[in-house]
Nanobody, 117 residues
Framework: QVQLVDSGGGLVQPGGSLRLSCAASGIIFRNNHMGWYRQAPGKEPELVARITNAGITNYAASVKGRFTISRDNAKNTVTLQMNSLEPEDTAVYSC???????????WGQGTQVTVSS
């Protein structure tokens, strides 16, 4: 059974930091590209950051320079370090896995991030 378990969300003041984690099980982690998506109320889901199985990263323009995605293939985890948070970053953040052949895709349950004073 495949599981992606997201954690680390919460309430933070503007300018603060949060660290999101996604623990994967039931997949061959090293054969999966991993990503974080977010969806704010009334908006479409958007890709925040992605890291390939080879460790290549890409970011949405709105978070570049503030967020960092990383993966630990030994622990089957992917992490999103979010710094200099802004109210516009408020959303539900969900982890995503997609195998390198494009055959399977899975999602975490999501974790709420709220940036507010």
């Amino acid at each position: 059974q495949v599981q992606l378990v997201d954690s680390g969300g919460g309430l933070v003041q503007p300018g603060g930091s949060l660290r999101l984690s996604c623990a994967a099980s039931g997949i061959i982690f090293r054969n999966n590209h991993m990503g974080w998506y977010r969806q704010a109320p009334g908006k479409e889901p958007e890709l925040v950051a992605r890291i390939t199985n080879a460790g290549i990263t890409n970011y949405a323009a709105s978070v570049k320079g503030r967020f960092t995605i990383s993966r630990d293939n030994a622990k089957n985890t992917v992490t999103l370090q979010m710094n200099s948070l802004e109210p516009e970053d408020t959303a539900v953040y969900s982890c995503n896995s997609r195998d390198i052949w494009g055959s399977y895709e899975y999602w975490g349950q999501g974790t709420q991030v709220t940036v507010s004073s």
